[in-house]
């Protein structure tokens, strides 16, 4: 990787970060480009879907939760 890539990441705002982020996720995220996902990680799916369906949790909205990380 460039470093000059990285240091102009890094001097870019939080919400620009934020931007390339999400953009770098999606397209990772694209076709068959995921690795697999770690046990661990299921496990920890799983307990949460259990707690969910439950009424012991409660979700929001990505969108609400965008704007909230946004706002720091």
């Known amino acids: ?11 870019l705002t939080t919400e620009e970060k934020l931007s390339v982020a999400e953009a ?17 990680h299921l496990s920890v799916v799983n307990e949460r879907e ?11 909205e990505w969108s609400e939760v965008k704007k909230a990380i946004r706002k720091k």
């Open 1 to 11: 990787m460039q470093p000059n890539l990285i240091s102009g990441i890094l001097k």
């Open 24 to 40: 770098i996720w999606n397209n990772i995220t694209e076709g068959d480009k995921m690795p697999p996902i770690p046990q661990e």
């Open 50 to 60: 259990v707690a969910y369906l439950a009424g012991k949790t409660t979700t929001k």
